[in-house]
């Protein structure tokens, strides 16, 4: 018995295919199978059994060699074009050996000579059925494991993680990009050497990394951990933990390989520097404080109580803490509100005195009462509530130290939240009486370490006795200098220092600014002027080619705009001239598009909208939108297929279809005679399926040395200024760059000189399961797209019969859209900034004809469209604001419907867009306005 009937039988998904012209017998085969619990269909004819093929998932075919006119082994072919993986066994009575060799080359998976014993039969079919079976599972296999793999990265991705790989006996180390980007290296690691990497980390740093390597190395740790200094790309240090475990042990025990994670933590040590100092602080404050801090429990039960309140109050500490505080400090007429409010206190956290400051009065040791100010909040302690009351006394000079206490705390949060270093210095002693926060981090010391020091080798570099203010005279008004810091480093700063008079004693503020970054930036900038340099020269051909294909549509718009001005125009005319005019424009748009895609896909900022894409439909349609510009140059356009083509691939079609018109275009622009040929075929590469689109054409071809400027942007084969093609050396760069972004490339495959090129756009297809396989793509989909009508004749009446207002900077924008508004029945207002558009919005909703609609542009002067917008929202307005703007940037829409827009329509206006747009307005539906772009 072989593997395959050790394994248990389950009836399969599809039924068993029978195809014999021989009625009897093939009744007895459905017989046996019958009686087996096989799902069986039979078929007297090649015909008949292909139209089953193409109904059915047939896991096992039964064909006979000979059926009448027709040839079993050329049938098996054609199930296998449909059903790769069916399994089909020749049944037949012949037994030449040609016969059951060309059996064998179309994929026969069996060959039974008739008659068939019922066992032999039985066993060859479950022999089959189970080996498909086999087949399919490890095809699901493999997409788990691809699933699996892809969702580990996405996790590491997402935990903020990077991943190193340590070949300890190379003694290279890897590391992916996410680690490399946690410490800048965004185009790829300098150096992959186990030595470069540990003199990257810091010196303190390097013992207690070798410590915790060799722990682990001798098994006294499970998992390497270590957190450490790491030098970044720029010559700063990051905070990076790092996790890892040995994988490989060579035989002797010692490490061969290492595998671990990177975690960012950089800032979690900033934050707990931050809480240390907020805590010190914290501690000193109420410490010193000349208010007294009590904190109770929600009996009352005091359990905190500061110097200030002994002073305040007479108890010491020790008389205090434990006791309660209506028996220490409050009157005895006041006991039972008291009582009543810490009830409250005690269930909810809350009360009349919780949050607010209180004038009071309290009581002394001794029994005397005093006036008071209290402040008292609650925190919470697991179930219980706990309060925390400040006092201050404020028997004599209570309005005195009021306004101390607000000044105090103004000039510590500014002195707090400004980002300039201050110093104040005692002008008579040169020592620190204060920092704030930011002079303590540029000079990389804590306030502690600075208050009470000499200003002298602290923040200056001078020495006693030539001190420039007070010593040499001088006025020191944004000097630049260098401050020395506590590990003996120099930061650059600019400086201003000026004397004022506080509390009766001269000071010094000593104001600077860390120009570290400046400075730097100033080195950078030396060293990108030479690369700017050259990359000027490298786009002065361009530009100057960029000049052309400007000023060329350019040179068309105003002077057919002139001639249209003229009176001794005919009105046929006058219309070839519109058409030109909006032609050239649209030109001009589709070149300025280009720079603005090719800017998007270099600041990472192109977005792919995947969807279920039919590629042979795009290829129609690259070959319906191309054909008129190949017949005008006498070229014939030839679209073909290889081999089966998937219905359907998981792609943009967007920008498939524009990959696809820049290779054709580019093919039709550079040949004169011949033929241009877009040739479409399915791949399986390493990394899964590809569609493969080949463009050939029998133009000029080109040289090695033009070749290498294909694909750089703003370059172009020929830039001579008596070059004959026109173009802006654009279109291959974005092609490649979107074809990368679609999981594959656009590349030369092959060209020479008068023979022509051979362009491959390849994108990823995505899975393919489930997919159907078009066998004939061309004769399977017809797609011509709707002829455009003129941009200036409406395809359908359109009556807009509401009130819009439209805001509008530009003058000769509000004619254009109040003329195209008008033309469909709206009766228009217009306003010239958002602030006329909020009060004329007002205004005509308290006369009681409010506007239905209003078009906002989104850039005016005095108040944006914005601004206008969040406004009307906010004062009720609830119609709809569609949003008119010339920024066509990834992320503009959405900051648009944040705003309180209802849609958006981009500029240049189109017509069409701005009709729809209106109409979804005015009649919505409960999925929300539809999104309108150009």
Known sequence: MSEFECEPRTVPSGPILVVDDDSDFAASMVDLLTAEQYDV????????????????????????MRLGDDD????????????????????????????????????????????????????????????????????????????????????????????????????????????????????????????????????????????????????????????????????????????????????????????????DEGELRRTEERLLISERRFQTIVETAQDAVITSDSKGKINYWNNAAARMLGFSETEAIGGNVMDLIVPPQYHEAKRRGMQGFAQTGRGAAVGNTLELTAIRKGGEEFP????????????????????????????????????????????????????????????IVDVNPTACEIAGRTRETMVGQRCYNTICQAHPGGCPVT??????????????????????????????????????????????????????????????????????????????????????IIGFAE??????????????????????????????????????????????????????????????????RAESKGLQLKCDYAGPIPATIRSDPVRLRQILLNLVGNAIKFTEVGCVQLHASLHSEDSGHMLYFDVLDTGPGMTPSQTERLFKPFSQVDTSASRKYGGTGLGLALSRRMAQALGG????????????????????TGSLD???????????????????????VSNTAVNLKCRVLLAEDGPDNRRLLKHILSKCGADVTLAENGQEAVQATNAAREAGTPFDVILMDMQMPLVDGYEATRQLREQGFDLPIIALTANAMDGDRSRCIAAGCSDYVSKPIDRKALVAAMQAALAPTKAGPALVGN
């Open 471 to 556: 010593d040499k005279g001088e006025k020191v008004s944004r000097a630049e200098c260098m401050l020395v810091r506590a590990d003996g480093s120099q930061v650059p700063i600019i400086k201003s220092v000026v004397s004022a008079e506080l509390d009766g004693r001269q000071h010094l503020i000593d104001c600077f600014v860390d120009i570290s970054d400046q400075k730097r930036a100033e080195r950078e900038l030396a060293r990108a002027k030479e690369a700017a340099e050259n990359a000027t020269r490298a786009k002065s051909e361009f530009l100057a080619n960029m000049s052309h294909e400007i000023r060329t549509p350019l040179t068309a």
């Open 72 to 263: 079993g082994v050329r049938l098996i072919e054609q199930i296998h074009e449909v059903r790769p993986d069916a399994r089909c066994i020749i049944v037949t009575g012949h037994a030449q050996l040609t016969s059951t060799v060309a059996a064998m080359r179309a994929g026969t998976y069996d060959y039974l000579r008739k008659p068939v014993q019922p066992a032999v039969l039985i066993g060859a079919v479950r022999r089959a059925w189970n080996h498909w079976q086999l087949a399919r599972r490890e095809v699901a296999a493999r997409g788990q494991l691809r699933e699996t793999t892809a969702r580990l990265q996405m996790a590491l991705v997402a935990a903020g993680e990077g991943t190193w790989d340590w070949n300890i006996e190379s003694g290279k180390v890897e590391f992916d990009q996410a680690a490399l980007d946690m410490l800048g290296y965004h185009e790829g690691a300098p150096d992959s050497s186990w030595d470069y990497w540990l003199e990257q980390v810091h010196p303190d740093d390097r013992a207690g990394l070798d410590d915790a390597l060799r722990q682990h190395f001798d098994g006294e740790t499970k998992v390497y951990q270590a957190v450490s200094r790491l030098r970044t790309s720029n010559g700063g240090w990051k905070w990076i933990e790092t996790r890892g475990q040995v994988m490989e042990w060579a035989p002797d025990g010692t490490p061969r390989r290492m595998f671990g994670v990177h975690r």
């Open 372 to 431: 008071i100010e209290i402040s008292i909040s609650g925190y919470r302690v697991g179930d219980s509530h706990h309060a925390v009351a400040i006092l201050r006394d404020i028997t004599e000079r209570k309005r005195t130290q009021t306004k101390l206490f607000n000044s105090e705390a103004r000039l510590a949060a500014t002195l707090d939240a400004v980002q300039v270093g201050i110093v104040v210095v005692d002008q008579s002693s040169h020592c």
């Open 770 to 792: 489930g997919v159907q396989l078009l066998d004939d793509p061309a004769g399977a989909t017809i797609v011509r797209p709707e002829a455009v009508g003129d941009p200036g």
């Open 41 to 64: 269909r039979v078929a007297g004819s090649a015909a008949e059994a292909l139209s089953l093929v193409e109904v059915w998932d047939i896991p096992v075919a039964l064909v006979d």
């Open 745 to 764: 490339d656009v590349e030369l495959i092959e060209s020479s000189p008068g023979r022509g090129s051979r362009f491959r756009a390849r994108v990823a």
């Open 563 to 628: 001639a249209l001005l003229a009176t001794d125009m005919s009105a046929a005319e006058r219309f070839d001239a519109a058409r030109t005019v909006h032609r050239n424009g649209r030109y001009l748009l589709q070149i300025i598009n280009d720079i603005l895609d090719l800017s998007k896909i270099e600041a990472g900022r192109m977005e792919m909208a995947y969807c279920d894409c039919p590629p042979c439909e795009v290829v129609a349609e690259i070959a319906s939108l191309m054909q008129v």
